[in-house]
């Protein structure tokens, strides 16, 4: 039994939703792989709840997201240890890519250095409207930086920033950002 194979038959295939699988960064990269191929061209919503995905699995979804194949609109990796290694990559991708809509890192074990990356990528990306880092870890300067990130963002309307540490002037400060781009949005 070939998952790829079975996978590939369906055509155009525009959603993989393998949560609680087991999977792993050997099995993320084969899906980095094909999502920079034309083979997940059609591919719109990737879904990896709650696997086993870490750094060098983030590191290779992260550069998917960079290549003009990627098509990605919707990018679940939500309870994967992906640490600080993994989500960097993801972070930075945010730079250049301008499919994805829909982003949930929470509970990924990563830091203040994460956090740092995205307070950066926010003030380029323009099509971003959800990004959800809650239980992570955020210290005060990559609090600050995220919170300035999002001040030069007028895209992103839902930033869940739960149980990271974040400071409640920054959390004030970030819900008038996302009040801000909401109201600009309707």
């Known amino acids: 039994y070939n998952l790829w194979s079975t996978l590939l038959s369906y055509k155009p295939l525009e959603e993989i939703h393998l949560l609680y699988c087991a999977v792993g960064d050997k099995t993320a990269v084969q899906i980095a792989t094909k999502l920079s191929s034309e083979s997940f061209n059609n591919l719109t919503q990737l879904d990896l709840t709650d696997n086993q995905i870490g750094d060098s699995g983030g590191e290779a979804l992260g550069k998917a997201l960079l290549t003009s194949s990627c098509k990605l609109t919707y990018l679940n990796l939500k309870l994967n240890p992906l640490r600080d290694a993994g989500a960097h990559h993801i972070a930075s991708a945010l730079n250049i890519n301008t499919c994805l809509l829909h982003l949930n890192l929470s509970g990924c074990i990563f830091g203040p250095t994460t956090f740092v990356i995205f307070g950066e990528s926010l003030k380029k990306n323009r099509t971003l409207q959800k990004l959800y880092l809650p239980n992570n870890f955020i210290d005060e300067d990559s609090s600050h930086e995220l919170t300035q990130g999002m001040a030069e963002n ?32 309707r």
């Open 154 to 185: 007028f895209v992103v309307q839902d930033l869940d920033v739960r149980m990271t540490g974040i400071s409640s002037q920054d959390e004030i400060l970030l819900n008038s950002y996302i009040d801000r781009n909401r109201t600009q949005h």
